[in-house]
């Protein structure tokens, strides 16, 4: 079935200001954004999420969403990323690949999708696989994309290994002025007497502050909607919210607090990456 707009030749001509040429078609874009989109590894579950379809009954979602939308709007001439925060079940993935769909649409721009375990298990499957592909080849597309998502930021346990990788990622990516799009369970601040653990001490003191140079912080809170269901009404939403369903939990129990502040103290090293040190965290 041939393109009405260019007889399936691409290229459409148009006319500027009494002057015809041509540039290129719509269908082009379509399949070219579509391809790129297939290639973009956004699993199955999130394929339908777009910034129209995302739910949002409180200003934290509605603030988070016209955030999205404007980095959109922007992109490629965007300073910084997105980091959307919030417990589990808030939409956070969701406004990520949303976000991720929509700039590779709308600009044709390499996008890739990855959660942040997966992702450093591929680099540590390079070291323990029998077909030795190298970590260069995992990490290429990583650093290249012109828009990377982190998904799940800080959900792997803090070891020097996953430090350093991670850190590696994030400044290489940020040296070459790529834009990231991350996602974190772990709040970044804690209430006095709370055993949650905050995002510093999961990912490191060197990434968080590198984090805040590159990111836009946005806190998402609310309810829960795998708990609340799709057709919560207001008064069922209030009372989960009363009874701190999601909010004010503590998602993730303390774990090794000195261990790891130790190891904060230690921030500002250089990012010299072993790699080598890849054994099973
Ligand atoms: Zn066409």
Same mark, same amino acid.
């Given at each position: 079935?041939?393109?009405?707009?260019?007889?399936?030749?691409?290229?459409?001509?148009?006319?500027?200001?009494?002057?015809?040429?041509?540039?290129?078609?719509?269908?082009?874009? %379509?399949?070219?954004?579509?391809?790129? /989109?297939?290639?973009?590894?956004?699993?199955?579950?999130?394929?339908?999420?777009?910034?129209?379809?995302?739910?949002?009954?409180?200003?934290?979602?509605?603030?988070?969403?016209?955030?999205?939308?404007?980095?959109?709007?922007?992109?490629?001439?965007?300073?910084?990323?997105? /980091?959307?925060?919030?417990?589990?079940?808030?939409?956070?993935?969701?406004?990520? &690949?949303?976000?991720?769909?929509?700039?590779?649409?709308?600009?044709?721009?390499?996008?890739?999708?990855?959660?942040?375990?997966?992702?450093?298990?591929?680099?540590?499957?390079?070291?323990?696989?029998?077909?030795?592909?190298?970590?260069?080849? &995992?990490?290429?597309?990583?650093? %290249?994309?012109?828009?990377?998502?982190?998904?799940?930021?800080?959900?792997?346990?803090?070891?020097?290994?996953?430090?350093?990788?991670?850190?590696?990622?994030?400044?290489?990516?940020?040296?070459?002025?790529?834009?990231?799009?991350?996602?974190?369970?772990?709040?970044?601040?804690?209430?006095?007497?709370?055993?949650?653990?905050? /995002?510093?001490?999961?990912?490191?003191?060197?990434?968080?502050?590198?984090?805040?140079? @590159?990111?836009?912080?946005?806190?998402?809170?609310?309810?829960?909607?795998?708990?609340?269901?799709?057709?919560?009404?207001?008064?069922?939403?209030?009372?989960?919210?009363?009874?701190?369903?999601?909010?004010?939990?503590?998602?993730?129990?303390?774990?090794?607090?000195? @261990?790891?502040?130790?190891?904060?103290?230690?921030?500002?090293?250089? /990012?010299?990456?072993?790699?080598?040190?890849?054994?099973?965290?």
């Amino acid at each position: 079935m041939s393109c009405p707009l260019c007889n399936d030749t691409r290229w459409k001509p148009i006319d500027e200001q009494g002057v015809r040429r041509v540039v290129r078609c719509d269908c082009w874009r %379509d399949s070219v954004g579509n391809q790129i /989109l297939a290639d973009a590894r956004i699993p199955p579950l999130y394929k339908k999420c777009d910034l129209e379809n995302f739910k949002t009954d409180n200003d934290s979602l509605v603030h988070a969403v016209a955030r999205a939308r404007a980095f959109c709007d922007a992109f490629p001439v965007v300073d910084k990323g997105l /980091l959307f925060l919030g417990n589990p079940g808030l939409g956070k993935t969701h406004l990520a &690949v949303a976000t991720l769909k929509r700039v590779i649409r709308q600009t044709g721009a390499r996008g890739l999708f990855f959660t942040s375990p997966e992702l450093l298990a591929l680099i540590r499957g390079t070291y323990n696989s029998a077909i030795r592909s190298s970590e260069s080849d &995992v990490l290429r597309p990583v650093m %290249d994309a012109q828009l990377l998502v982190l998904d799940d930021l800080g959900a792997e346990r803090p070891t020097d290994w996953v430090e350093e990788t991670m850190n590696l990622i994030v400044n290489t990516r940020y040296n070459h002025r790529r834009v990231t799009v991350f996602t974190s369970n772990y709040p970044i601040d804690v209430p006095a007497g709370s055993h949650a653990e905050e /995002l510093k001490e999961r990912v490191g003191f060197r990434l968080f502050s590198r984090l805040h140079e @590159m990111c836009e912080f946005l806190a998402l809170d609310g309810v829960d909607y795998r708990v609340a269901g799709p057709d919560a009404t207001p008064e069922q939403l209030a009372s989960l919210l009363k009874k701190g369903s999601a909010t004010s939990s503590e998602p993730v129990r303390r774990g090794g607090k000195a @261990m790891v502040k130790a190891r904060l103290k230690q921030g500002g090293l250089d /990012l010299g990456w072993s790699g080598g040190k890849a054994g099973r965290s």
